[in-house]
């Protein structure tokens, strides 16, 4: 399948954080081969925890104060992975757990929140999308909610080739050696110092590769894949290696 303009990969995810902890390896390995990558950040992550690890609704846990760290940890995150385009929605983290906050993200109606989405896809017209997985019940209500969102834009534009969720199990059609840019992803994931996110990620095939589930496909590209643009061309240049 053929495209105009540059290979463009465009993420859709929960949180500041997520774009370095769930995907760092593939937007650094593609952003060295000149795909402009597109994240869209739908939260502004203010449940996460403090410094010190004090969490929300605990003595000195301050929400504002939280998202500003964040936000700036973000920026620092795309410096490092080659992020080209930062889109953030700005909604209200939805919290882990308990009651939600009022006007927060999961409460958004999904149409609602992908149609903002979707006039960024018409925008910056990707072949590929990558989000989070909608069908995994063991993760945040954001995550799921920015997966539902996440596919509903994609549907309602029919611009992108490929969608494809994040994979941790057996069901990944698609793994992409990421072992070149490992040090990358640490480094980005190290931005958020705040949020103990290495302590997390301790398993070496997290950094040496990542696995998706393809959802959609129009390129009708055979299984299973080892690149996210496999099956697609595209005419003009891509932007300059970084």
Same mark, same amino acid.
């Not at 925890?49 to 998202?67: C, R, T, Y």
């Not at 994979?167 to 931005?191: M, N, P, Y």
């Given at each position: 399948?053929?495209? !105009?303009?540059?290979?463009?990969?465009?993420? +859709?995810?929960?949180?500041?954080?997520?774009?370095?902890?769930?995907?760092?390896? =593939?937007?650094?390995?593609?952003?060295?081969?000149? +795909?402009?990558? +597109?994240?869209?950040?739908?939260?502004?992550?203010?449940?996460? !925890?403090?410094?010190?690890? =004090?969490?929300?609704?605990?003595?000195?846990?301050?929400?504002?104060?939280?998202?500003?760290?964040?936000?700036?940890?973000?920026?620092?995150?795309?410096?490092?992975?080659?992020?080209?385009?930062?889109?953030?929605?700005?909604?209200?983290?939805?919290?882990?757990?308990?009651?939600?906050?009022?006007?927060?993200?999961?409460?958004? /109606?999904?149409?609602?929140?992908?149609?903002?989405?979707?006039?960024? =896809?018409?925008?910056?017209?990707?072949?590929?999308?990558?989000?989070?997985?909608?069908?995994?019940?063991?993760?945040?209500?954001?995550?799921?909610?920015?997966?539902?969102?996440?596919?509903? $834009?994609?549907?309602?534009?029919? =611009?992108?080739?490929?969608?494809?969720?994040?994979?941790?199990?057996?069901?990944?059609?698609?793994?992409?050696?990421?072992?070149?840019? $490992? !040090? +990358?992803?640490?480094?980005?994931?190290?931005?958020?110092?705040?949020?103990?996110?290495?302590?997390?990620?301790?398993?070496?095939?997290?950094?040496?590769?990542?696995?998706?589930?393809?959802?959609?496909?129009?390129?009708?590209?055979?299984?299973?894949?080892?690149?996210?643009?496999?099956?697609?061309?595209?005419?003009? /240049?891509?932007?300059?290696?970084?």
């Amino acid at each position: 399948m053929q495209f !105009d303009g540059p290979r463009t990969l465009l993420a +859709v995810h929960a949180h500041p954080d997520d774009e370095s902890r769930s995907t760092g390896g =593939i937007l650094a390995h593609y952003a060295r081969q000149g +795909v402009r990558i +597109v994240l869209v950040t739908c939260t502004s992550g203010e449940l996460g !925890d403090m410094p010190g690890g =004090i969490k929300p609704g605990e003595l000195n846990h301050h929400p504002q104060a939280v998202a500003a760290r964040r936000r700036a940890q973000l920026n620092a995150a795309c410096d490092v992975l080659g992020i080209t385009d930062l889109e953030l929605l700005g909604y209200h983290d939805s919290g882990e757990t308990g009651e939600v906050p009022p006007g927060a993200f999961c409460s958004i /109606p999904v149409e609602t929140a992908a149609g903002r989405v979707a006039a960024l =896809i018409e925008h910056f017209r990707p072949q590929v999308v990558v989000t989070h997985d909608h069908h995994n019940p063991h993760q945040h209500r954001d995550h799921v909610h920015a997966a539902r969102v996440a596919q509903h $834009a994609v549907k309602e534009t029919g =611009i992108p080739a490929k969608l494809y969720l994040e994979a941790h199990d057996s069901l990944a059609t698609t793994t992409v050696d990421t072992s070149a840019v $490992a !040090d +990358v992803k640490r480094k980005a994931l190290h931005c958020y110092e705040s949020q103990s996110l290495i302590g997390k990620l301790t398993a070496q095939q997290r950094f040496a590769a990542e696995s998706y589930i393809r959802a959609i496909d129009t390129t009708n590209a055979p299984l299973p894949e080892t690149d996210l643009f496999a099956g697609i061309t595209h005419h003009g /240049p891509d932007l300059p290696r970084w």
